[in-house]
């Protein structure tokens, strides 16, 4: 008898529970976001998806590459999850160091323009200019989608950003040439 593979749909159940008191910086569910960025990427393949869902689980909460892995999470989704959270990167101080090597990965890549898409939702952004005016995130999420659009197909960012955030479009047009 084989082991039953982990699913999508366990990734989404997992990123739900796994995130499920955690609230983001305008106190908002942060399940949301994940369940977001594993939607947004519905045109790509199991691990890709898998990795959405749970691209920040390694991140915010104590399960570990060895229990994702004991769990059934293939060793390419674990590699994409590990690639796209900031504290396995050697320079995680660098946003550009950072988002180079994630840009280095298509998958990875992929799942964090999906990750910055959702995070730079128009209502999300000025919320954020709202309560820290003096904080310039949307400067950062601006300055990784000029790495990130240049190292996967056009075709996948408009797939992703149709789904997530259609605002970015006009920029990718702009920043993809």
Not at 11 to 29: C, F, G, I, T, Y
Not at 70 to 96: K, L, P, Y
Not at 128 to 153: F, N
Request: negative net charge.
């Amino acid at each position: 008898m084989t082991e039953p593979r982990f699913t999508v749909e366990t990734a989404m159940v997992l990123a739900e529970v796994a995130h499920n008191r955690q609230k983001d910086k305008l106190k908002r569910p942060y399940r949301e976001h994940v369940l977001a960025v594993g939607d947004a990427l519905a045109d790509f393949d199991d691990d890709i998806r898998i990795a959405g869902y749970l691209h920040d689980i390694a991140k915010d909460t104590p399960i570990t590459k060895q229990a994702l892995l004991d769990m059934g999470v293939s060793e390419r989704a674990v590699g994409i999850i590990e690639r796209v959270t900031r504290r396995f990167q050697d320079d995680s101080d660098n946003d550009e160091a950072v988002m180079l090597h994630i840009a280095q990965d298509h998958d990875a890549t992929l799942v964090k323009i999906a990750c910055n898409a959702h995070n730079s939702m128009p209502e999300r952004v000025r919320a954020l200019a709202e309560k820290w005016p003096d904080k310039a995130s949307t400067k950062r999420y601006a300055a990784a989608r000029e790495v990130l659009y240049k190292a996967v197909p056009r075709g996948e960012i408009h797939l992703l950003l149709q789904r997530i955030n259609p605002d970015l479009l006009s920029e990718m047009d702009r920043l993809a040439d």
